[in-house]
């Protein structure tokens, strides 16, 4: 049964497109790490997670602006000090100051939605951009995601019978934006791509999952970023407890705009 597209299924998308990124990221600085450990640095230049401390100065939150189906904005927050990365959906209609997020973003791009995204009380320390044809690129690079359909699917935009398929970036994203109810929840899909492909595998494919990564978006996140933080991501995806939480800012309606609650606050403090 179709049914009207939905605010819901646009934000999943931005949240499951923020997890692919997240996990192009790690998977980048896992080869690279790699790399370097097999080569003969100096023990100065050691990159082993053994005996990383962790610190609030590896903490990094980026803003991450999706075009998919509509714009919908993110964080990906991930905090060493707690072994913990939170994904938080943000309306675009969230006021900072005279404007919006979204109004911020089509007015000047993504800088000022950065501005924005801080005057209106977020934390960000980087801001990316992804289009949707970069969000295909980036899971077909991972290698696409596997998925169990128990009876046929078919809609306007796919036909996948019975059985387990390896489906590719094109056909992960038409499922996440579909409305249907026989479709998969999009975080429970979003969730499995980082099951099925945070793996040992993933540290040889470094070199091109970093030229996809720079093809397929813009923004200011830069390479020093990555290397600062090497360590700190091996060693979180080292851990046998770790964390990944998914957050909804909504907001609350004021005669000043829509801001942040009391609660949702505390998230950024």
């Known amino acids: 049964m179709k049914k009207q597209r939905s605010g819901f299924r646009i934000f999943a998308s931005a949240f499951a497109v923020s997890l692919t990124l997240l996990l192009v990221t790690m998977g980048t600085v896992m080869s690279v790490t790699v790399r370097r450990e097999e080569s003969s640095l100096p023990s100065s ?6 005996d990383y401390i962790p610190s609030e100065k590896d903490a990094l939150c980026i803003l991450v602006i999706t075009e998919t189906d509509g714009t919908a904005f993110s964080l990906v927050d991930i905090d060493p000090m707690t072994a913990g990365i939170r994904l938080i959906s943000l309306p675009g209609e969230l006021t900072a100051g005279e404007r919006t997020l979204l109004e911020a973003w089509e007015y ?29 690129n980036m899971i077909d690079a991972l290698g696409g995601m596997e998925w169990e359909f128990s009876e046929p699917l078919r809609t306007d ?17 038409t499922l996440m934006e579909e409305e249907d109810d026989r479709l998969p929840e999009v975080t429970g899909m979003a969730l499995s791509l980082i099951g ?21 978006s813009d923004g200011d996140l830069s390479q020093f970023d990555y290397q600062s933080r090497k360590k700190m991501l091996r060693w979180y995806l080292t851990r046998a407890h770790r964390v990944l939480s998914r957050h909804e800012v909504k907001g609350t309606e004021t005669e000043n705009g829509l801001l942040l609650t009391e609660e949702e606050s505390r998230l950024f403090g």
């Open 157 to 173: 935009r796919l036909d996948i019978p019975v059985g387990r398929h390896l489906l590719d970036g094109e056909t992960v994203m």
């Open 108 to 136: 000047a791009g993504g800088r000022e939605a950065f501005a924005a995204a801080k005057e209106a009380g977020l934390s960000p320390d980087r801001w990316l951009h992804i289009r949707r044809r970069g969000a295909v």
């Open 45 to 50: 230049s050691d990159l082993s997670a053994e």
């Open 196 to 216: 099925q492909r945070l793996t040992e595998k993933l540290v040889n494919s470094g070199d091109r999952l970093f030229q996809v990564l720079t093809a397929n």
